[in-house]
């Protein structure tokens, strides 16, 4: 049995239900984000690993992808060396993921 939009090129809204073509990002009915759209997001994976590695325990990487409070935590605490060993762990989690996983987390 054939998935969803493999043959027919074709996938379901995820909003309102109507049939999109399986490339679209947004419904034109409703205009609901669709998600596995193969979405490039605007941040780069690999600035994330880059930052991780080496201004990880500031939370240089927290503050690129838009974790703030996160950002500021790691900030708070790098003196104790376990944000660099957070970020570390991070780095390894960014490298593993997807491009796509990637930008649907962090876009």
Known sequence: MATQGSITGMKYCRGCA???HASARTCPKCGATQAGSGAVGEKSR???IILALFL???GVHKFYLGRIAAG???LLFFWTLIPAIIAFVEMIIYITMSD???AEKYG
Do not use: D, I, K, R
Request: without cysteine.
């Open 56 to 58: 990880g325990g500031f």
């Open 46 to 48: 690999v600035a994330a």
């Open 100 to 102: 796509e996983a990637f």
């Open 72 to 74: 500021v935590f790691y």
């Open 18 to 20: 109507a049939e999109l």
